[in-house]
């Protein structure tokens, strides 16, 4: 089992900016992948960003390119961070951590709120 908790969620005016963190335990070996995705009200729960193990690759969801940079801990690589910049009032939502093969753990997700 991987259990995942995050953190650095709140609430933020339109065009600033919040760093979120998650640290990873249990069998960390297993963590290939670590990734962020979040769920606004009403609708599905969409994909953010990824990082390798190596932390030499990641991936983006378009609307979130140029603003949001997702990074390991070099030192310590079952943390992973999302720095959100230049934050949209769309970007409001719960913001979750997944890691393993197919996303298969979760954590509890921190809530983002962005106003206009």
């Known amino acids: 089992q991987v259990k995942l908790v995050e953190s650095g969620g709140g609430s933020v005016q339109a065009g600033g900016s919040l760093r979120l963190s998650c640290v990873a335990s249990?069998?960390?070996?297993?963590?290939?992948?670590m990734g962020w995705f979040r769920q606004a009200p009403g609708k599905e729960r969409e994909f953010v960003a990824s990082?390798?193990?190596?932390?030499?690759?990641?991936?983006y969801q378009d609307s979130v390119k140029d603003r949001f940079t997702i990074s390991r801990d070099n030192t310590n690589k079952n943390t992973v961070y999302l720095q959100m910049n230049s934050l949209k009032f769309e970007d409001s939502a719960v913001y979750y951590c997944?890691?393993?093969?197919?996303?298969?753990?979760w954590g509890q997700g921190t809530q983002v709120t962005v106003s206009s």
């Open positions: 997944a890691a393993g093969d197919g996303w298969s753990s």
């Open positions: 249990g069998r960390i070996f297993t963590i290939l992948n």
């Open positions: 990082i390798t193990k190596s932390g030499d690759f990641t991936h």
